[in-house]
């Protein structure tokens, strides 16, 4: 059985560009959550989607930041444009309950 | 807002070693929950715990939740290579919003 999956797992693009991050939740889930993990901040949520609907977008850090779910197994984190202070370890998560996530191996994006 | 504050931040130990790590809440937890986070991947769900005075053991690792729930504990007996890691404490915060801790990172040396 699949777990979440996430794309790319390493990401590198210049400050200005646009970054799309990539999930696939567990089948027959309905929570999606997207995190932000830094050294300094630790992890962060920045949204939750609840049968693909956003309920929770207040950990979003500002308007370069926008995120999907157009079906159960799709969601995207867009920046656009990127800045050197969004590189972190990005990681999308799911769940059938509010007590139990899945985690998925993150995306490491760096932005020079 | 709610902090979480784990201790120790780092910790170094040798095979065999037993050690303990701590987490401690501003307020009152909802239901506390511990996560290991191995590098280079996403956090794993170790435990749930929920009443004040709780333990829970899971094979060599011990969890016990503070009787007037604001603080945790995790022992680990006789710790091995695999025990490294990155651990979290977490909060339920309302249906769905966890507070993450800061974190112990964890390195046991064989």
């Known amino acids: 059985d699949a777990g979440v999956i996430q794309s790319p797992r390493h990401e590198v693009t210049e400050m200005g560009q646009e970054v799309t991050l990539r999930c696939k939740p567990i089948s027959g889930h309905n929570s999606l959550f997207w995190y932000r993990q830094t050294m300094m901040r630790g992890l962060e949520l920045l949204i939750y989607f609840n049968n693909n609907v956003p309920i929770d977008d207040s950990g979003m850090p500002e308007d370069r930041f926008s995120a999907k779910m157009p079906n159960a197994s799709f969601s995207t984190l867009k920046i656009q444009p990127s800045e050197p202070r969004d590189s972190a370890v990005y990681f999308c998560?799911?769940?059938?309950?509010?007590?139990?996530?899945?985690f998925g191996p993150g995306t490491r994006l760096t932005v020079t | 807002t709610q902090l979480l504050e784990q201790s120790p931040q780092f910790l170094s130990i040798q095979e065999g070693e037993n050690l303990t790590v701590y987490c401690n809440s501003s307020s009152v937890f909802s239901s506390l929950q511990w996560y290991r986070q191995e590098p280079g991947e996403g956090p794993v769900l170790l435990v749930t715990?929920?009443?004040?005075?709780e333990v829970k053991k899971l094979k060599r690792l011990t969890f016990q939740f503070g009787d007037a729930r604001k603080d945790s504990s995790l022992h680990i007996t006789a710790a091995q290579p695999g025990d490294t890691g990155l651990y979290l404490c977490a909060d339920l915060s309302g249906t769905y919003k966890y507070i993450f801790g800061t974190g112990t990172r964890l390195k046991v040396l064989a």
């Open positions: 998560a799911s769940s059938s309950n509010s007590y139990e996530q899945y």
């Open positions: 715990v929920v009443t004040g005075g």
